[in-house]
């Protein structure tokens, strides 16, 4: 390596104003971006995890209801989250109303405004008002075709009891309807000589008809019409698996066991002569060997029990008519019909219910609704 040349000449004197000039300047650099990290707004990109919640909530509704629970972990003095959505509907029944208790009695003031189930809700609270509104229209499909009759301004007492597990059980209902001008009551009562429980008008008859050469002799409840809304095919008979099934009419066995995912054990009874209608039988119990396709069965014989097979959730019989052409038959209007009464010896412990019930359900929810019901 060459050594360095010789500086010609004399040297000049270096100022020691350059390297304090550049300290100053490092220094205020540093302290302006320690005062920038202390004052740097909350939507910087590099926020501490404390905006994570609501990062996530904005693009997951679900997880932000979650977090809303949940206070901020990294700064508590930040209120939790609020919910993306709001429920209209009341979780629990609204100021003045007794709340449903299992295994008590609660009782529902619901005036119609809109569609039923909505009024309904509004009145019992969302946890029991969707189940409390399908047991209901049991009772008023009986008066009313559901929902085409209901009317704006329609009311309705409900006295029911929340159970665990199970739809609610209803006791009472009281109805004022716009289109038949009329109060209709109903009311749960047990007589002594009956298995189930069943609703009575304030007549002592019962609020449902019975069918003449039913395919059952007893049931608890008939659950679904054709006329209740559900656009269903048949009628849903509430009763234990193993119940008696009857032939309504004197008929060939033409089908058994047919769209089992669906049907379960099932029977397609052609009637014989006449109007060559067909009865369906579906969610039987398991069928008897001897049945065959093609055996000729007599009016009132039986067919086989009620089960719970095929896409069924509860134990019942659903029974369907079919015309020859095999348009859908309503069985209330092709069979005769009745309502049984109470026995004489019944009727004074059925009244003494009818008016404990009554008082249960208090003063009627609009006033001036004529008609002594029915």
Not at 113 to 122: F, K, M, N, Q, S
Not at 260 to 267: D, K, L, M, S
Request: proline letters at 10%.
């Amino acid at each position: 390596m060459r050594p360095p040349l010789p500086t010609l000449g004399p040297q000049p004197k270096k100022s020691p104003l350059g390297p304090v000039i550049g300290l100053s300047l490092l220094l205020g650099l540093c302290t302006g971006g320690v005062w920038w990290w202390k004052h740097r707004p909350a939507s910087s990109p590099s926020a501490d995890a404390g905006d994570a919640p609501e990062k996530a909530g904005a693009e997951d509704p679900a997880k932000a209801g979650a977090l809303a629970a949940t206070p901020s972990s990294t700064n508590p003095d930040v209120p939790p989250l609020a919910p993306t959505t709001v429920d209209p509907v009341p979780a629990t029944p609204p100021p003045g109303a007794v709340p449903a208790v299992p295994g008590e009695l609660s009782r529902a003031t619901i005036r119609v405004e809109g569609p039923l189930e909505t009024a309904v809700v509004a009145a019992a609270g969302a946890a029991v008002g969707p189940a409390l509104a399908q047991v209901v229209t049991r009772t008023l499909v009986w008066w009313v075709d559901v929902p085409g009759d209901i009317r704006r301004g329609d009311t309705l007492d409900v006295l029911y009891e929340v159970r665990s597990n199970e739809e609610p059980l209803v006791h009472a209902v009281r109805f004022s309807s716009g289109k038949t001008g009329q109060t209709h009551r109903a009311y749960r009562f047990q007589a002594a000589s009956d298995k189930n429980a069943r609703y009575y008008l304030p007549s002592g008859e019962e609020l449902e008809l019975r069918l003449v050469n039913s395919p059952l002799d007893d049931y608890e409840q008939v659950t679904s019409l054709l006329r209740d809304g559900r656009k269903h095919k048949g009628v849903d008979f509430k009763t234990p698996v193993g119940t008696p099934v009857k032939a309504p009419f004197t008929g060939i066995v033409r089908r058994k066991n047919w769209g089992f995912r669906f049907n379960g054990n099932c029977i397609d009874l052609e009637e014989v002569g006449g109007k060559r209608r067909h009865a369906l039988f579906l969610h039987l119990d398991e069928l008897p060997r001897s049945l065959k396709v093609g055996d000729r069965i007599a009016v009132g014989s039986v067919l086989g029990r009620t089960g719970n097979s095929g896409r069924s959730f509860a134990p019942h019989l659903h029974y369907q008519l079919e015309a020859a052409n095999e348009r859908i038959l309503d069985p209330y209007e092709n069979h005769r019909t009745y309502r049984r009464s109470l026995p004489a010896s019944q009727r004074a412990a059925f009244e003494t219910e009818m008016r404990r019930q009554e008082g249960l359900l208090g003063a009627t929810a609009m006033a001036g609704s004529g008609g002594a019901g029915n």
